[in-house]
């Protein structure tokens, strides 16, 4: 009787597979069979700095974005996220924004609401923008010169406005005088110094010291226009007053947001934004590997977050839809840092016999190996980033001779430092992400071999502030290896290193420059690039800069990081940008059926 | 307390024993048999039982030969093989895991760690773990039981509150914000060494007012029975009524108690590990091989199958010899 019923339902159990089979089967086919042209899919790295199928865009239809997390705030004032500022720019503009073009050039910068590049006085202290003709806020009435400086305003209100990033008021007010615009006694609000509007189409800045980074500052999301009576301080986030191509329609904060057209945007005020689709949806999805199975069967065309597919989706991916996937280097380094402040290292040869010891190929493929990790990283400047060279310097020779540690090299270092038998030491590193404590682990196997026990300290990455981020904390519990990982703000030095290089960012708590360097050349190369406005001269310090960290052996470098994102067949006009550290940019991208 | 009191010993501890061993000896074996003789042969003719017990002694045997296996085999549980591990997708190379000769259960992925010796050494957390956190129990449990058995009145009432409030505790939730505070030496121990004493303390903490309340009841019923009443009246003290009397008698119930108790300790541990809160890496243990095999459930499932399956056999086989000891143990247990 039981044996009967058993096989009697095996058996219908096997019809129902066998159907799933055929149904697969045939699936497969209708996307095997074209190759990448049937199916749509561009081809593996197709828009990976360059553009894919920019031909076949339509106008019109719903482009469905989805991603794990919701943007820390869409209040311009207030996100910090990189997809928020990539995101952002479908409904606000600013004096400057990035070029809608593939790669590095889409790095450069170039006029939005600004006529031309501005007019720069006085050695870079004085800069002179007018504004276009025919630019407007989502109800028709035009965008002024008083608009964009309130908007700016509101980065002194931090005591409201938190979040988002500061360098607009540590370059026009460095020492932070003004109160913000919500304490600010003026009858118009607008008692900022540093910015002048002496009429409704022109707008000047004062800068105290040059700093020659000011045009990516102001290409910032935090430079967007506000408009003071739609300001609704901390909950201008929920519905941000459009000056773009696309308003806010409906925010549920945590589950979706809809753009929809802004039909008072004048197409031909705006040199940047195409406005493809009619509809721009962003759903959001907490579990990982639900989104990732929905991407790849295209019930979305992209993760906003770009965070790359998990693991089991990322093999799902580069098995049966590779031609769906761009691996793109994006502007993160992956990294171990050396606090000074723990012994020994102190001293520079104890630092170097790490950087040896190390294993680097282990170290990227606990990363995820050279498509989802990235490649070996050599030094310290991201390649996205202007003056960076990439794996052509190599000064430790990490992707080279000394790929899979050099236990001779390292333990001549050791004695150099004075502990022929190595010491022990605590590797720091946040537990939130399966690869970090993967590559902890490589460390300390490989520091194992020449001598050096390391013990491995695992904290919440939400509590880096305070544990990695103290030095105080970080002597105290003699972490003398944290690891970390960094991408820029805006792609140059400035918008990389200083936070982790100059003496004059290190902090009592949300510290960044873990390895404590206190080095007056690298803090004079920093003041020198801040005050050079010649692009190429520019560049060359960077370069300069990263080779003193690297001489200083501060850091051990495992991956300049890849992305590994799935776009959808139905998406049109896709590319990667380094403005975005090597994110699509979702601007211009368009779908080539409007259905 | 020596020579007057011998007599008592003589008479009254094995009375139960004996009461036992009538209640279950058929009538032509009239030659006294103790109780853990009568178990014995009754455990023999469990079948079930036995391959249990005979499992758990495998299983001993591999964690405290962990080392020495390893070596035969000669892999070390924490040399990394990344040649057996595809880059792209950091799985192993070979079929099923990389199971192979050299690699018996195949390696992790990523790494490409041996998967056999890494749960041959998982086996001595697991077990060191599930033993002494039931030592600590069963001892904690027994002293305390007994006690507020035995005296009743606000001794009762403090230990039965206690172990109230401790049932109702949410141990796990306890112990994960309990290692986080855990400096990183004490007492000598560093690391791994620290986090298992923490377990070991933490989980036979939680775990006594288990064998504490079974304890307290049979405590209740013994203390007023005419062997302990002859006790008293022949001038016994307390002391000697509680661990003459009264002890031997617990013994079948607390080791019961014990064998059931491991294995839930054995999952505790996993889960704790499971969670990260368990060992330090590199040492191996099982949990936190389940843990990191998730990301992998799809592309090389039998990095999840393997600790999956020892953690299995490994409670399996103490409960079932559980199961054993406490049926030949029960004096009215039918087999």
Partial sequence: MTTQRTSGRRKRALAAAAVVAGLLTTAACGGGNGGGSKDGAAGFDAANNKVAQADQVKKGGTLKFVSAQDADSWDTTRGYYGFMWDFSRYYSRQLLTYKTAPGAEGAQLQPDLATDMGQVADGGKTYTFKLRDGVTWEDGKPITSQDIKYGIERVWAQDVLSGGPIYLQQMLDPKNTYKGPYKDTSKDHLGLKAIDTPDAKTIVFHLPQANSDFLQVLAMVTASPVRQDQDTKSKYGLHPFSSGPYKFQSYSPGKNLVLVRNDKWNASSDPVRKAYPDKITLDISTNQADMDQRLIKGDYDLDAGQTGLGPQGRQIALKQHKGNLDNPVSGFIRYAVFPQSVKPFDNLHCRKAVIYAADHVSLQTARGGPIAGGDIGTNMLPPSVAGGEGQKYDPYQIAGANKNGNVDLAKQELKACGQPNGFSTTIAVRNNKQQEVATAESLQAALKKVGITADIYQYDGSQSPGIIGAPGNVAKKKLGIIIMGWGPDFPTVQGYGIPLWDSSYILQSGNNNYALIKDKTIDGLFNQYTSTLDESKKTQIATEIDHKVMEGAYYLPFTFERLLNIRSSRLANVYTTNAYSGYYDFVNLGLKSTK | ?335
Wanted: net charge negative.
């Fill in chain 2, 1 to 335: 307390m020596t020579a007057p009191l011998h007599e008592p010993t003589a008479e009254a501890a094995p009375s139960a024993a004996e009461e036992a061993a009538v209640a279950s000896a058929d009538a032509k074996a009239v030659q006294g048999r103790s109780l853990g003789r009568i178990a014995w042969e009754r455990l023999k003719r469990d079948k079930l039982a036995l391959a249990g017990g005979v499992v758990v002694i495998i299983l001993i045997v591999i964690a405290v030969l962990a080392p020495v296996i390893a070596n035969l085999v000669g892999q070390d549980p924490d040399a990394y093989h990344e040649n057996l591990v595809d880059p792209l997708f950091s799985t192993p190379t070979g079929s099923l895991g990389g199971i192979s000769g050299d690699h018996l259960l195949g390696v992790e992925p990523v790494n490409g760690r041996d998967i056999f010796a890494r749960i041959l050494y998982g086996a001595q957390i697991s077990l060191l773990v599930g033993f002494l956190s039931a030592v600590v129990a069963v001892v904690l449990g027994t002293v305390l039981g007994i006690l507020a058995g035995f005296f009743g009145g606000w001794v009762d009432s403090v230990v039965s509150r206690v172990m109230d409030g401790l049932l109702a505790f949410p141990q796990l939730l306890f112990i994960i914000a309990l290692v986080s505070v855990m400096p990183n030496e004490m007492l000598g121990l560093s690391g791994t060494g620290v986090r298992v004493f923490v377990m070991i303390l933490v989980i036979g903490f939680f775990g006594w007012p288990y064998v504490g309340r079974v304890v307290r009841g049979q405590t209740l019923s013994m203390r007023e029975r005419e062997y302990v009443e002859a006790a008293r009246s022949l001038g016994a003290g307390r002391l000697y009524i509680l661990f003459k009397e009264l002890l031997p008698n617990l013994v079948a119930p607390i080791i019961v108690y014990t064998t059931m108790m491991i294995p839930t300790n054995i999952l505790t541990e996993a889960a704790l590990s499971f969670l990260g809160v368990g060992v330090k890496p590199p040492t191996a243990s099982w949990g936190q091989m389940l843990s990191s095999a998730i990301d992998y459930y799809d592309s090389d499932p039998m990095y999840m199958v393997i600790p999956g399956v020892a953690i299995f056999i490994t409670v399996l086989a103490f409960n079932l010899f559980g199961d054993g000891v406490r049926d030949a143990l029960d004096p009215k247990g039918s087999r």
